[in-house]
């Protein structure tokens, strides 16, 4: 009977918290009107630049539309790995998507390709007609074959696709091509699933001789404003994409010319686009039509650098000045290049199609300007840069303690008492990298200073205050714990800029709860309160207390507005269940483990058919849409997908190392002695229980998270080193 009452009660104080209304209802929900192609999109392409050229630099034009309109910071993450024709098939998909090495070709319709033109080679290779005047991309079927071999659907050109089922034209004017190569990769922005962009201009249309400019040659600005007038003019306007194609040009001559050289040119090539940017503001209606200016790609220096995102502009109907923000990152100032593409579409009135996994782009009211951007991009690339150097030594921290512990134990009990510190110490981390935001900088000598001084303060602390292992335990535990929490309620700040949480650069997750505290926040949630059982005496109010802050921490975790992880919601569903259920003396049988999936189903379909559609949009959302559009097989891939994933993460990443480091150590102390362990759970029954679930949570999290050898690894801290701590006191 005790189970039923447990499972009753956390499910329904759960539902209670799931079905209130939300207090995050989000302003960034994807909507849109009547179809409308009587107006026009402006999408200029500004490539190979970063925010810091336009920080630095005299622009007045680019600066006076970041004035006027809204402006950010945009990831370009792609399917497989960074490179430009990635990022341009990226945005015309609306979903990461991938070109192969040779890929990206395009030409004008009457264009001679090897003898033949363009578009005859065209119908040949696809079996339609090309319309007189348009620009195609003739290696269309190997971007379509290198796609179909990602792990979830991708349609090259859906944006061209959408556009064109809806009578809405889409133009191609300029390109970067040079004597040495073309440089056409806008096309792929543009194009339809079958490679054609209906109209356009490129090749030598746009170019003139120029000898102080790159490759000697340039953008002839005057000629595109004219084309660009021509086709603004004309009947059903359209999507009008414009490559400038100078920073481009000027970026890849760098090696080419000497350093002093190299800035002079890349200030010229931005100096003249903003004077272009100038001269269209000027053409255009800002009540009617819409303005972007995007940078697919960082310049190579960036990229050198990991400064990986790019500077974005944008101004048009209903913008106000402000931070771009977008469902996809809900950050302000931040958004990503899958956003673009359904940005354009909802401006046209037109349904975003649901393989489109990005968000309009809106506006947040802010005074910020540039410099915003610039000091935010330097904390984003500095916490890029050093998450390496500060995770990988903490997994060396737990890796090197547990295992001098082994030596110790085997060889020199007596030395035992040396490494709880050093136990002390590895246990706080997690929390000290969470609060490290609010002291350190983005020098990572500063970072390792603030680090080193916390570890050393709470070691002392906990030493000193604490002095029973117990309550040591508990302390650490709880307070990282309820950090996680706090700090998830009040949408996540301090994770957001954490060395141990996701980053807006990697853009496997931009907000909510990241895999790695959701496995430190699980594990120390459980351990901390059956340490605190075992210390006290536990009774009906404790119990009922318990169950309450388990169900509020469910809830956090499930919830689209905070935590929006649903592999954590199945992971924090098994760890508290059976907890509780063994911290109640039950004896778990295998059918209680089949409520207990039955609870855990149950919960998700609330979650995904109840709770989403009145929150704010998510990748939950997205996945409730993908399965009400294609089916349930959609979750077959989803989950297909993370176990890829977590396989990928098991060979390479250094927390496959941490996770089998406990393991061992726990194994090594369960045989020898075999009655140590034994003795100690029989003493702390409660933690016992918390062990026990959440080694339960990991087992989920492995099989339900994308990356959840991160989970499992962050989760294992907080049963191995404590039961190390156990160990010592009765060691000694």
Request: glycine share 8%.
């Amino acid at each position: 009977m005790r189970f039923f009452r447990v499972t009753r009660i956390i499910l329904l104080i759960v539902l209670i918290l799931m079905l209130s209304e939300s207090p995050f209802q989000s302003q960034a929900a994807e909507t849109y009107t009547k179809k409308d192609n009587s107006k026009s999109a402006i999408l200029i392409i500004l490539d190979r630049i970063n925010i810091e050229d336009i920080y630095g630099g005299e622009y007045p034009n680019i600066k006076k539309l970041a004035e006027i309109g809204t402006k950010g910071l945009m990831n370009i993450r792609t399917a497989v790995r960074y490179n430009p024709a990635n990022g341009y098939l990226t945005i015309g998909a609306g979903t990461r998507a991938v070109v192969p090495s040779d890929g990206g070709k395009a030409y004008s319709f009457s264009e001679v390709v090897e003898g033949e033109k363009a578009g005859i080679i065209y119908e040949n290779i696809t079996g339609v007609k090309p319309l007189n005047g348009s620009v195609l991309v003739l290696d269309i079927p190997s971007i379509i074959a290198e796609n179909k071999k990602q792990d979830y659907e991708i349609i090259p050109g859906l944006l061209g696709d959408t556009l064109k089922k809806n009578d809405i034209n889409v133009t191609l004017l300029g390109d970067a091509d040079t004597s040495k190569e073309k440089g056409r990769l806008a096309a792929l922005v543009g194009m339809d699933s079958l490679g054609m962009v209906k109209r356009g201009e490129i090749g030598q249309s746009f170019t003139i001789r120029d000898i102080e400019s790159s490759y000697l040659v340039k953008t002839d600005y005057h000629k595109l404003l004219e084309a660009f007038g021509e086709y603004k003019g004309s009947s059903q306007d359209g999507l009008l994409i414009i490559q400038l194609g100078d920073t481009t040009r000027a970026d890849n001559y760098q090696s080419f010319v000497l350093e002093g050289r190299k800035e002079l040119l890349r200030r010229k090539a931005i100096a003249e686009a903003d004077n272009f940017i100038g001269m269209v503001l000027k053409e255009i209606d800002l009540q009617k039509d819409l303005l972007l200016v995007v940078t697919p790609y960082p310049s190579q220096a960036g990229y050198n650098e990991k400064n990986l995102l790019t500077p974005f502009f944008m101004a048009g109907p209903h913008l106000n000045t402000g931070l771009a923000f977008s469902a996809t990152t809900r950050r302000e100032g931040i958004i990503a290049n899958i956003d673009v593409a359904p940005t354009i579409l909802t401006f046209f009135g037109v349904k975003v199609p649901e393989l489109m996994i990005g968000y309009p782009i809106v506006s947040k009211a802010s005074f910020e300007g540039i410099q915003k951007l610039y000091e935010m991009n330097q904390q984003i690339q500095s916490t890029f840069v050093q998450r390496a150097y500060i995770i990988k030594p903490f997994v060396g921290l737990q890796i090197i303690v547990s295992l001098s512990f082994l030596l110790v134990f085997f060889f020199k009990k007596r030395w035992l008492n040396v490494i709880r510190p050093f136990i002390l110490a590895s246990l706080a981390v997690p929390f000290i990298l969470l609060i490290l935001s609010l002291f350190s900088s983005n020098s990572l000598l500063a970072n390792y200073f603030w680090l080193i001084l916390f570890m050393i303060f709470f070691t002392i602390l906990i030493t000193f205050v604490f002095r029973d292992t117990l309550s040591a335990i508990a302390f650490i535990s709880l307070i990282t714990a309820f950090s996680i929490l706090l700090d998830l309620f009040q949408g996540a700040p301090l994770m957001k800029v954490s060395s141990l949480s996701y980053d807006p650069i990697g853009g496997s997750r931009y907000y909510g709860l990241g895999n790695e505290y959701m496995g430190v926040l699980i594990s120390t949630l459980t351990i901390g309160l059956m340490a605190i059982l075992d210390k006290y005496k536990a009774g009906k109010r404790e119990y009922l207390v318990i169950t309450l802050i388990f169900s509020a921490a469910f809830y956090l975790i499930l919830s689209p507005d905070y935590g929006s992880n649903v592999g954590g919601t199945i992971s924090a569903f098994g760890a508290f269940t059976v907890t509780l259920l063994l911290a109640l003396g039950v004896k778990v049988r295998w059918w209680h483990l089949l409520f207990i999936v039955l609870g855990i189903f149950l919960a998700l379909l609330v979650l995904f058919f109840f709770i989403s559609p009145k929150t704010s949009p998510s990748h939950i959302s997205k996945t409730v849409e993908l399965i009400q559009t294609r089916g349930w097989q959609s979750l077959a891939l989803i989950f297909g997908r993370k176990l890829a994933m977590n396989y990928k993460l098991l060979k390479y990443t250094v927390w496959t190392r941490a996770l089998l480091t406990s393991i061992v150590v726990l194994v090594a102390l369960l045989y020898k002695p075999p009655y140590l362990i034994k003795i100690i759970f029989k003493k702390y029954r409660f933690l016992y229980s918390g062990f026990i679930g959440t080694g339960v949570g990991c087992l989920l999290a492995l099989f339900f998270n994308d990356s959840g050898i991160v989970a499992a690894a962050t989760m294992m801290i907080f049963i191995a080193l404590p039961v190390l701590l156990l160990v010592i006191d009765e060691s000694n």
